[in-house]
């Protein structure tokens, strides 16, 4: 009878138990492990890239897959944590509205047109997002695009009243807490339990978007006066970074990020700087342009009383030899005694930005724009005349270097790579000092550019529209780039704090989207 | 005797129960209830599906028998590597079965059957991890066969007919992993044909050397389901000519696979019946489930299968109680025709381990209740969806995987009528 009972009760459970249930469940938390670290309540600081920024645009699906959403996705899985909430603007337009009124363009979509396919705004839907329509916080995802450092701990940078003035961030606008309450202030309101800082990028990049026209404050100290296109000075960048560290580090655990070497996206990969593709008609036509030049510029010096070998080394920079196939672009530089021209032809490791004028260049921008008159002069020149000091202009003002603005010259390279490496350099002192994690995004990206990364599907590299990791900004990543970055990001926590968080699956994260509503 | 046959039954349930691919063994509640046996049973009409050879040996004029199971099967999937888990939210099915034979004369039964062997439905939470590969998916087929039972002596029989099927499929899922529209809903295609109507046919022979003992043999051919002009239904297409997507009709074929049966049945008093079948299942013609679309600018779809044949081995056993009721128990094994590499989650079946019980009671001479129950338990299968390349060079999808574990609770009721 006792055994009568015992099968009873099997045939109970065997029915009960009919739900099928996994030796290792991951339900039942018999998989992961939170270690030392508390994810119960995950705050995200940081600028586009911790937004989901993407496309050109803050839009819903972005922030769905930014890479905080994604690492609050994983951390969910570990322990029980609270809902992780983000800022969702109101459509996938990514364009704002203050006051009805447009103020940030619409995302970028690829569409195929006449030559194949290619980032356009998309124009499918007006956009619906309005800064002044406060949301109701706290939210977790603290991302604000645009911000620079400093930004963080600035007060009124959430002011709706300051967006209009350019003053404050629409972004934070949207969701701060109070007109004057600043990003950090409402992080950690929040008292995060973990957190994540990913900030500095755009106290270089905004320099290196707008083609280095900005300076590189080295002295200046009063983050104030800063216009947008300045890298910020290391020394303030330190202090500040500082500062946002030691707050988060004082009651939360967490990770910092390092800032990628800008100049490895592909906003300054894909124009090549030798993109002047010649006939070899058209290179002999340029060689003996720029012999004319070259050769005129001498007679000038000499002229003006220059000895004659100083003339000759000072015009031979000009006399530039030009082959059949790609040639490199010539650009602008500033009139100096060395280059009284004010051009010159661009080196090898020089960029050029990805809005630069396409058009322009395939009609003579970065090269010569041949005119009648240019040719009349070369013609004079070739007949053993002299030209007249007007024709002189006219030969010498057919050089069209390439504008500052669309170009990283040499200099300008040199002071993202010296900020870069001084940004980083403290990001990484902190983490040790704070005993945070350090995540090398740097190391990463420059790894997507040089080879790729791999996944179960295929691999991701930094190619634009096609390598599958940056958006068509050309700046920030697609869902797949952002999952690359949530996996870095768990790989650190997880040496870090002694976890396991699970990994994001990259292959299952979307790249650029398609749209023919385009204009 | 009886208590410890009611123990050795709740020791049976207390264990482990399903088919391998889309074969759904419930044709019959007698010969479910020991074990889906039955090939060398003489019970009831469910000889009609069994062995039709046997259904001139019963001993009534007229048998008739129905009945109905509710399938309740669950999946639950998990990847520790990315931290996922998914269960499935099934429909409850319910496959039947309807048998009628009459006695023209001593030597020939004729005989009708309608029933139910292949069918699936599994339905995941959409746009789930594997959703590349299913979102959901139903499957049925209704065979409807006429009979003929004919004695060729005393204790050899033979028998079989013509099978007519009417099947339907209703298949979804994503393009890829990845694919949608501007407002990031997911790029699907539904493929529904239905009224599909394909012809086979069954016979088996059953031979009794000594009274106590039957041998039967039965064969049921391959019927391949071919869809003609069926609807593909393409979702949140991204407004694109890179994705040409747009609903069109489509061509498939999708096999129901020959099955073989062999089994003895021995009677040892007039209690106890045991019994012993052995099927194979000949699921090798299940290479690969492609899809043809009629639009020629829609690439074609290929989900390789590369199923092999599969083999069940049944045991069941009766207990004979009283006039009034008879007790059934049964157990089989239940191999998966699915492969290492091609464990698809549309079919998540591996090898299970299944049993059985159930009871008849005779609630007039002419009429019997018969119930059965099915549990089938599947081992945890770490298992992956990654065709060989070199088998399956179309194929493009990513490779899938993770811990499965199903299992399935079939309980089963049934009305027996002999006069």
């Known amino acids: 009878m006792k055994n009568y009972f015992k099968y009873m009760a099997i045939l109970a459970l065997g029915i009960v138990s009919c739900e099928p249930e996994l030796e290792n469940s991951i339900e039942d938390g018999d998989v992961y492990t939170n270690g030392e670290a508390d994810f119960s309540n995950y705050v995200a600081l940081g600028n586009s890239l911790t937004a989901g920024y993407a496309d050109g645009g803050l839009y819903v699906t972005g922030q769905q897959n930014s890479f905080p959403n994604i690492l609050a996705e994983k951390f969910s899985m570990v322990q029980e944590t609270g809902e992780f909430l983000q800022p969702l603007v109101n459509d996938n337009t990514g364009g704002l509205l203050l006051g009805g009124n447009q103020i940030t363009q619409n995302r970028f979509v690829l569409a195929v047109g006449a030559n ?395 790249t650029v989207t398609l749209s023919q509503d385009v204009q | 005797m009886k208590r410890l046959f009611l123990l050795s039954l709740f020791m049976l349930a207390a264990a482990t129960t399903y088919a391998g691919g889309y074969r759904v063994s419930l044709q019959g509640q007698r010969g479910l209830a020991m074990g889906h046996t039955g090939v060398a049973v003489v019970n009831n009409a469910e000889l009609a599906f069994f062995n039709p050879a046997g259904l001139v040996f019963l001993e009534n004029k007229i048998n008739a028998s129905v009945g109905v199971s509710a399938v309740f099967s669950d999946v639950v999937w998990q990847n520790d590597e990315f931290g996922q888990v998914e269960r499935t939210d099934s429909p409850v099915g319910t496959p039947f079965y309807a048998y009628f034979s009459y006695k023209l004369n001593d030597r020939l039964s004729l005989g009708l059957a309608a029933y139910t062997p292949y069918g699936s439905a599994v339905e995941w939470d959409k746009d789930w991890a594997g959703s590349h590969l299913v979102n959901d998916i139903e499957l049925a087929a209704i065979y409807v066969q006429a009979l003929a039972s004919f004695k060729i002596t005393d204790n050899l029989a033979v028998g079989g007919g013509p099978i007519y099927v009417s099947g339907s499929v209703n298949f979804n899922r994503n393009l890829d992993r990845t694919l949608s529209d501007f407002e990031g809903n997911r790029t699907n295609v539904t493929i529904d044909a239905s009224n599909v109507s394909a012809f086979g046919w069954s016979a088996g022979a059953m031979w009794s050397p000594v009274d106590s003992l039957r041998i039967g043999v039965n064969y049921r051919s391959e019927i391949l389901v071919e869809a003609e002009d069926g609807d593909a239904d393409f979702e949140n297409v991204p407004n694109s000519p890179l994705t040409p997507f747009s609903d069109t009709q489509f061509d498939a074929t999708l096999p129901l696979p020959a099955e073989l049966s062999i089994g003895v049945s021995y009677q040892l008093n007039e209690q106890w019946l045991f019994a012993f079948d052995y099927n194979r299942t000949f699921w090798d013609v299940y290479n690969s489930l492609d899809v043809d679309f009629a639009n020629p600018n829609i690439p074609d779809s290929f989900n390789p299968r590369a199923y092999e044949d599969s083999n069940n081995y049944r045991f069941g056993v009766q207990y004979t109680a009283n006039e009034t009721f008879t007790l059934r128990a049964g157990y089989y094994f239940d191999g998966s025709p699915v492969q290492d590499g091609y464990f698809a989650p549309e079919t998540p079946r591996n090898d299970s381990n299944n049993f059985t019980g159930g009871l008849s009671i005779n609630v007039t001479d002419n009429v019997a209740i018969d119930a059965a129950f099915l549990y089938s338990r599947f081992k945890e299968i770490d298992a992956t969806y990654s065709p060989d390349p070199s088998e399956f060079p179309d194929y493009e999808g990513a490779p899938f995987g993770g811990t499965y574990k199903s299992s399935a609770f079939v309980p089963g009721l049934g009305v027996t009528i002999k006069i």
């Open chain 1, 116 to 510: 194949g396919p290619s980032p356009a705004r998309y124009t499918g839907a007006q956009p619906t997002t309005e800064v002044s329509n406060k949301l109701s916080g706290p939210f977790n995802n603290m991302g604000v695009p645009g911000a620079k450092s400093y930004h963080l701990g600035a007060p009124n940078y959430g002011s709706v009243a300051g967006v209009a003035a350019g003053t404050a961030n629409p972004y934070f606008a949207r969701f701060s807490s109070s007109e004057s309450a600043t990003v950090l202030q409402d992080a950690l309101a929040q008292d995060p339990t973990f957190f994540t800082l990913w900030i500095g990028n755009n106290d270089v990049l905004g320099y290196a978007t707008s083609g280095g026209v900005g300076e590189y404050q080295e002295t200046e100290t009063n983050p104030a006066l800063y216009a947008d296109g300045d890298i910020t000075n290391p020394v303030i960048f330190n202090a500040v970074y500082g500062q946002l560290a030691s707050s988060l580090a004082e009651t939360a655990d967490g990770v910092l990020i390092n800032i990628p070497d800008v100049t490895s996206v592909p906003f300054f990969t894909t124009v090549p700087n030798n993109a002047l593709a010649l006939d070899a008609a058209t290179a002999t036509q340029l060689t003996q342009y720029f012999q004319a030049v070259s050769g005129v510029l001498t007679q000038v010096l000499i002229g003006q009383g220059v000895p004659a070998p100083q003339a000759q080394a000072l015009a031979g920079q000009y006399a530039i030899t030009f082959n059949e196939g790609p040639n490199r672009f010539l650009i602008d530089t500033p009139v100096t005694q060395t280059n009284p021209l004010g051009f010159r032809q661009m080196t090898e490791e020089e960029l050029l930005v990805l809005t630069i004028d396409q058009g322009a260049l395939a009609s003579g921008y970065g090269s010569v724009q041949f005119t009648q008159a240019v040719g009349e002069v070369i013609a004079v020149l070739q007949a053993g005349g002299m030209p007249t000091e007007a024709q002189v202009n006219t030969l010498f003002g057919a050089v069209s270097g390439i504008d500052d603005k669309d170009v990283l010259d040499s200099e300008e390279l040199a002071n993202i790579k010296d900020a870069t490496t001084k940004f980083n350099n403290s990001i990484q002192t902190y983490a040790d000092q704070f005993g945070l994690g350090y995540v090398d995004a740097n190391a990463l990206l420059t790894q997507l550019d040089n080879g790729g990364i791999s996944f179960d599907g295929g691999s991701v590299n930094s190619n634009f529209v096609t390598g599958g990791a940056f958006s068509l900004d050309g700046v920030h990543l697609t869902p797949r780039g952002y999952a690359i970055i949530a996996n870095a990001i768990i790989d650190e926590i997880n040496a870090t704090y002694g976890s396991n968080v699970p990994k994001a699956n990259v292959g299952a994260y979307g």
